[in-house]
């Protein structure tokens, strides 16, 4: 067992923990990074599988991720945008797929009035909310005890309307059933990215990605670290007092005056605290839980779909893939799709087997792009839900109430615990431009606490 000693011990090797680790070392602090799995960048993954480089996690970049901008831009990393010429495909109730261009897709001319009408109401609210503080709204309760779905079937009887406006929150983001989360939740989403319509905007939300892939981010913070990143530590307990803390892996003993946990909020209790957290946080970190979507790979030998004048995209909240995307990497000849599956119909989908799990992903893939789509030269679904340092996708969101209840408390566990992580930001919520957001604001939470 080896010992360290560090003014600051950080926990968990994510965009987060990096961020906040370098950071700190600028300013002069000693730090060193924990992390769990034999690699680091956490939900950020680019793997190469059966030759194709293949995005396991977290992906695009918005014009309003300043943050990630500001850090691409700081490691010397280069975006390009997604493939987005030609027409858009949507898949109506009665199965037919339907072409179009432009921000609104085929439906009847009322549902689409009352998909205008909402969307418009929906955007004076989330004019409204404050990203890092939706529970101090004067209608926070009231917002946050109704679901998402059942507000929304409280606007309007039209069932197409209600659910394409419910999954840009639900299926695309939050990644839960639209009855299991509220509309205070929601609003919150929309407002970590601006505006409902960025959300329900692919060209802004998905606008680009980055050459090489997005986990060179925690990959260059780590190697700014070099040996203060230790992989394959698994912090199973922290004693801590005023003073400091104690850290243990299986292998190592850490002393540090302060300790970030940068971890998804739903792995807090992975971790034996002595003395336990207040009752408060026992009883707030049970009502985080984690979304879940696959994410699903299939690469062809050419875009076949560019042929025939789509661009990619293709949504319908009637298919298994609620969405899909030309995902073709930078200057590859070969054309890649990726396609989502989320919260219900991925937990059914895991009790088929691989293969006939493999087909209906690809069947519904068909119906937005022909019969050529079946036939991908590789394949493959990012599971997240069986990653044990994960445990779901993209990332985890109080249950109904939770917000209200405990979300003014989430950034504040006991001295000297500090937390970041992309599912605590306000801006950038759930993704890696929060959780960079959350890194750089640890580190001057405890550079004040420092200096007091
Ligand atoms: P994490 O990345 O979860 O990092 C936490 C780290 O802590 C992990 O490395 C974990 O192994 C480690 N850890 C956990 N417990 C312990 C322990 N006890 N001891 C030591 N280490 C521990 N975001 C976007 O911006 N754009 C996207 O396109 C996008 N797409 C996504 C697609 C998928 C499939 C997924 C899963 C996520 C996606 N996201 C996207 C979300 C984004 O990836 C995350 O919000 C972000 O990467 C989270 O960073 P983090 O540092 O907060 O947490």
Redesign the pocket.
């Known amino acids: 067992m080896s010992e360290i000693t560090r003014d600051v011990a950080i ?8 961020t906040a680790a370098n950071d700190l070392r600028k300013a002069g602090l000693s730090v060193v990074v ?4 034999e690699r ?5 993954w680019t793997e190469e599988i059966d030759g194709a480089m293949l995005e ?6 918005s014009p309003d ?1 300043h943050a ?1 901008i500001e850090t691409l831009a700081d490691l010397g990393l280069e975006t390009y945008e997604r493939y987005r010429d030609g027409d858009s495909v949507y898949v109506g109730p009665n199965g037919e797929a339907r072409r179009f261009r432009g921000e609104m897709f085929p439906v009847a001319p009322e549902t689409e009035r009352v998909i205008d009408e909402i969307t418009e109401r929906l955007d004076a609210m989330v004019a409204e909310i404050d990203p890092d503080r939706p529970w101090a709204h004067e209608r926070a309760a009231e917002w946050d005890a109704i679901s998402w779905d059942a507000w929304l079937r409280q606007q309007t009887d039209d069932d197409e309307a209600v659910r394409n406006l419910a999954f840009a929150t639900g299926s695309a983001m939050l990644t839960k059933p639209t009855h299991s989360f509220s509309l205070l939740q929601s609003l919150l989403m929309a407002a970590s990215a601006g505006s409902y319509s960025h959300l329900v905007d692919a060209d802004f939300i ?1 606008d680009k990605r980055v050459v090489g892939g ?1 986990q060179q981010v925690p990959l260059r913070l780590a190697e700014r670290l070099g040996e203060d990143v230790l992989l394959n ?4 307990t922290i004693e801590y007092t005023d003073a400091g803390a104690v850290l243990r ?1 299986d292998e190592v003993t850490v002393r540090a005056r302060r300790v970030v946990l ?3 909020p739903v ?1 807090y209790n ?2 034996t605290f002595v003395p336990p957290l207040p009752r408060l946080k026992h009883q707030m970190h049970q009502h985080f839980s984690m979304g879940f ?1 696959i ?1 699903v790979h299939a690469v062809y030998d050419r875009p076949f779909w560019r042929e025939q004048g789509l661009s990619g995209t293709a949504f319908s909240p009637y298919e298994l893939s609620h969405e899909a995307y030309d995902n073709t990497n930078h200057e590859d000849e070969r054309g890649t799709l990726v396609a989502f599956v989320s919260d219900r119909t991925a937990d059914d989908l895991f009790r088929l087997s691989a293969d006939e799990r493999r087909e209906r992903i690809l069947e519904s893939l068909s119906h937005y792009y022909g019969p050529q789509a079946k036939e991908p030269i590789v394949y493959y679904e ?1 599971d ?1 839900g069986s990653e044990e ?2 445990r779901g ?3 985890a969101s109080f249950d109904l109430g939770g917000l209200t209840r405990y979300g003014a408390d989430q950034l504040e566990l006991v001295d000297p615990l500090h937390v ?4 605590l930001a306000g801006l ?1 919520y ?6 960079i957001r ?2 750089h604001r640890v580190a001057d939470e405890i550079l004040a606490a420092e200096r007091a």
Do not use: F, N
């Open positions: 926990v968990g090797a994510g965009a987060a923990g990096l924990l992390e769990a799995r680091v960048g956490g939900r950020l396991l996690g977290g992906q695009w970049v991720q990630l998905l997005l530590q698994p912090v199973r892996t940068a971890v998804a792995l992975r971790i979507v994410k990012s997240w340092w994960t996708a993209y990332a970041a992580c992309s599912d950038g759930q993704h890696v431009d929060g959780a959350m890194g």
